[in-house]
């Protein structure tokens, strides 16, 4: 039977990142105050400093938004490559290739994997797409693929832009 979707620890990992976030941005937040403060600024002038950069997504809160928004989409992501091995596992697939995106964004780990086809314990073990092993980490837009795939374009990229 395959190793089904862990939608707990899928939770997990998804709410720690979310928590990192809202913590990193807690500190930036206090740590931006507090300097201003100490260099005379009024409260008034604080507020309003804060609720600009809230209304135009300036430094502090647009780089919160875009940190919530790549953590929901990491997340997306490795729900998605879990869902695909396990229907691939299910079919009675044994041997999966490991297929990049292509091109420049392919961070050295992935490059060096690409093409290497071995069983899923193997990947478990050295770590799958997604999973935090490799520089790109949770970013990683690598697939695990049946090694018996043909499909067009496996050279190439598979994302198109």
Known sequence: MPEEIDAGA???IIANQLST?????????TTLIQTMKANGVSDAVIRETLMTDLLEGGRLF????????NTVKSGIGMVSNRATVNTF???GVQEFRWQTVGGKDVC????DRAGEI???EYWRTVGLPRSGFSICQFSCRCQLLPDTYKGENLTGKLIRE
């Open 108 to 111: 050295p780990d992935c490059d």
């Open 62 to 69: 647009g780089g919160f938004r875009n940190q919530i928004k």
């Open 10 to 12: 899928m939770a997990i």
């Open 21 to 29: 976030v809202a913590a990193k941005t807690v500190l930036d937040l």
């Open 118 to 120: 071995d069983v899923m």
């Open 89 to 91: 596992t299910a079919a």
